[in-house]
Nanobody, 123 residues
Framework: QVQLVESGGGLVQAGGSLRLSCQAS????????MGWFRQAPGKEREFVAG????????EYTGSVKGRFTISRDNAKNAVYLQMHSLKPEDSAVYCC????????????????WGQGTQVTVSS
């Protein structure tokens, strides 16, 4: 089993940057693909970025390409989401998730979820 705890959210002005972190427990972190999802009020949760278990493959939703970067450090059991050029529409609760499979964009592939961290971007 994997437990995930996110941190790094907060309030930032449009155009600013934030770095989210997700700390995982468990000895098998390196066997999981990891993803970041977000959910804004009144909207469905959406895939933001994903990374393969060894970090060699990444994938992003179109609206964040070129602005967000996902990375991981398997030695530290951590995955990160560096966000630049933030926009008000990026405001949401951001959750990390672990998939016991290859990199995936669909929620159903992810078995473990964190509680989330709030990101608010003011205009």
């Amino acid at each position: 089993q994997v437990q995930l705890v996110e941190s790094g959210g907060g309030l930032v002005q449009a155009g600013g940057s934030l770095r989210l972190s997700c700390q995982a427990s468990g000895r098998t972190f390196s066997s999981y693909a990891m993803g970041w999802f977000r959910q804004a009020p009144g909207k469905e949760r959406e895939f933001v970025a994903g990374i393969s278990n060894r970090g060699g493959i990444t994938e992003y939703t179109g609206s964040v390409k070129g602005r967000f970067t996902i990375s991981r450090d398997n030695a530290k059991n951590a995955v990160y989401l560096q966000m630049h050029s933030l926009k008000p529409e990026d405001s949401a609760v951001y959750c990390c998730a672990a998939a016991p499979s290859t990199i995936a964009t669909k929620e159903s592939f992810y078995a473990y979820w964190g509680q989330g961290t709030q990101v608010t971007v003011s205009s």
